[in-house]
């Protein structure tokens, strides 16, 4: 069995919002609810653990009593980081029944089947694999608003998400960045700091996780494009 | 005197495109036209000089005769790299009369008249200005399609352009760039590599590099809202 964690309890600062960012509203619906579209529709997930904040429990749970999401096993809470929100929701997954955990950013709503089954078929192969773009622009270190240093962009790339991971491996480089209080700002990175090797599998631009405002109205424009 | 260098010489090998990008059609017209429209839009800009691939001189003079992008004052033919073509503009730029150089991508047309009047201004009081975005997605060392590092997100910002600066400053990075050989992947660099301090201006996403053949789709849809 493959599970999907949707990792939706972002509070978006950037957004200036009042609403968490994976419920604003995207073609008339959540965010999430079009992000948990394409994995109910991938034939390699089989089940999906939705975590979300406290305050979004209740409308979660109500706008999947319609059924048609019901791939949907489990609405978590989840926790202060993200990285804390990722672990509340592998800790409702069955170790001896999981091959695969696919975990994703709830505010990536045009992620496609195909590239869910793309990164889940590299994991399987290779023990953890994520989507992630070469690096089109030249990236800084900056401190204030002043650059610091400008990096090799060579080998460079933006990581995406879904990261797919055999269930040993995730949850055993989980388990040991609580113990040891390490941080990352992606799965992958922990897993990394296991010792593991992480393979890429090539993203699409579409593929954005929406953080500022105006990428709500060019994601609704894909959106229709995508899924008309 | 302020003079604008857009730079149009890149062949766009990932696009899969004949066409170079900057020529590219986007609502019925050439990449780089909408780009030189927001420049000759821009009070802050009193002469722009186009650097353009050999192949397109003609086309570009031709499109330009028309006469309502009055602040094109030369067209010059690029060189091998961006680096060499922007320096094909900056040996037209007057040194004497010139207080501000500033460089752009033809391939951003959805720059607008206002954030290349906050880098020029940026770059009068501070000499050499940017526009940047902090980083959103986690941004990883890659070699072949194995991860080798995470690198620390925090303080990482995407470069991109407009990028202002004092005439000597830029001209004599430069000059001893090519003196000493080095290379860069964008004109900042070279500065800093001078020993210059570059300041940041916060930038948009909407201000992309047109790279991925969907960028062209997104741009298009962007360009109808921006400049209706």
Redesign the interface.
Known sequence: MNVAIIVAGGIGR?MGAARAKPFLELCGEPVVIHTLRAFEACSAVDEIILVVHERERQEAMARLSSGDLAKVARVVVGGPERQDSVWNGLRHVDRAATELVIIHDGVRPLITPDQIAAVAEEARRSGAA?L?LP?????????G???????D?H??????TPQAFRAEIIISAHERARAEGRR???D??LV?QAGF?????GG???NF?I??P??L??AE??LK?VRP
């Open positions: 950037r994520i992630a690096a089109t622009d030249t990236i800084k270190e900056v401190e608003n002043r650059v610091i240093k400008t990096l962009r080998r460079l790339y933006l990581v995406q990352a700002t992606d992958a990175a990394e090797p992480v393979s890429i599998v699409s631009r579409i996780k953080t500022w105006e990428d109205v060019i424009f894909l494009r």
